[in-house]
Antibody
Framework: EVQLVQSGAEVKKPGESLKISCKGSGYIFTSYWMGWVRQMPGKGLELMGIIHPGDSDTRYSPSFQGQVTISVDKSISTAYLQWRSLTASDTAIYYC???????????????WGRGTLVTVSS | QSVLTQPPSVSAAPAQKVTISCSGSSSNIGNNYVSWYQQLPGTAPKLFIYEDRKRPSGIPDRFSGSKSGTSATLGITGLQTGDEAGYYCGTWDSSLNAWVFGGGTEVTVL
C-alpha cells in the first residue's frame, strides 16, 4: 500500500526552529516528486514547494521562497519541511503530497499525508 | 485572492445534482489540465478528478469533471450526506510559473 506518514503535531514558541517529516512507502521513493501544502486555520490550500527525491531538485512557490527549506533523505525515504524561526502566522496544518508529473505543466497531487498541525504561540 | 475563483458554497437536497465552477484565465485553466480535490471535515484532501475529467480508481462515477475555455466544473449527481465537504480545483499557471489552487467550495446537503 502506498503511504505517506507524517510526523506528529508540534507546539512551538515564536522564534523557535522546527523540522517536520514525511515518510513514503509502498512505491519507488526516488521516482516521484513530493510537495508540501499549507492550510491555515479555516483557509484554503497553498502549495509551498516541491522536491524530487532522486536528485533533490527543489522548487519553491514564490510566497514561500526564503521562508522555509524543503529537503529529503532518500536513504530513509523521508522528506522534510523546515523553519529557522517560526512566527504565529506559521500556525497551520502542513500536508505532504505525492505528485504525479506528466509534463512540466501537467501534474496532480495523487496522494496526501494526514497532515501535521503546527501551532506557534507564546 | 485566489487566481482561480470558486463559489464559497453550494447546496442541494439529497439525490439532487450540484455543480462547482472554477474560473480562471488562458494562463491557467485555458491551457493546462485541472484537478479536483475533496476534503472531508477534519481530514486531508483527496484527489477526485485529474486531467480535467479523469477519475482515479475508487472514485464513484457520480463525480464528473469538465472544462470549457477558461472555466472548469465539478459535477456531483445523486448527492449524499457523505459528499458534504470542501472541494478545491487546481492547475498550473504559466504566467506565474506556479501551481495554483482555487479558494475552495463547501458543499452542503440540505
Amino acid at each position: 500500500e502506498v503511504q505517506l506518514v507524517q510526523s506528529g503535531a508540534e507546539v512551538k514558541k515564536p522564534g523557535e526552529s522546527l523540522k517536520i517529516s514525511c515518510k513514503g512507502s509502498g512505491y519507488i521513493f526516488t521516482s516521484y516528486w513530493m510537495g508540501w501544502v499549507r492550510q491555515m486555520p479555516g483557509k484554503g490550500l497553498e502549495l509551498m514547494g516541491i522536491i524530487h527525491p532522486g536528485d533533490s531538485d527543489t522548487r519553491y512557490s514564490p510566497s514561500f521562497q526564503g521562508q522555509v527549506t524543503i529537503s529529503v533523505d532518500k536513504s530513509i525515504s523521508t522528506a522534510y519541511l523546515q523553519w529557522r524561526s517560526l512566527t504565529a502566522s506559521d500556525t497551520a496544518i502542513y500536508y505532504c503530497v505525492l505528485i504525479v508529473v506528466v509534463t512540466r505543466t501537467n501534474w496532480y497531487f495523487d496522494l496526501w499525508g494526514r497532515g501535521t498541525l503546527v501551532t506557534v504561540s507564546s | 485572492q485566489s487566481v482561480l475563483t470558486q463559489p464559497p458554497s453550494v447546496s442541494a437536497a439529497p439525490a439532487q445534482k450540484v455543480t462547482i465552477s472554477c474560473s480562471g484565465s488562458s494562463s491557467n485553466i485555458g491551457n493546462n489540465y485541472v484537478s479536483w480535490y475533496q476534503q472531508l471535515p477534519g481530514t486531508a484532501p483527496k484527489l477526485f478528478i485529474y486531467e480535467d475529467r479523469k477519475r482515479p480508481s475508487g472514485i464513484p462515477d457520480r463525480f464528473s469533471g469538465s472544462k470549457s475555455g477558461t472555466s472548469a466544473t465539478l459535477g456531483i449527481t445523486g448527492l449524499q450526506t457523505g459528499d458534504e465537504a470542501g472541494y478545491y480545483c487546481g492547475t498550473w499557471d504559466s504566467s506565474l510559473n506556479a501551481w495554483v489552487f482555487g479558494g475552495g467550495t463547501e458543499v452542503t446537503v440540505l
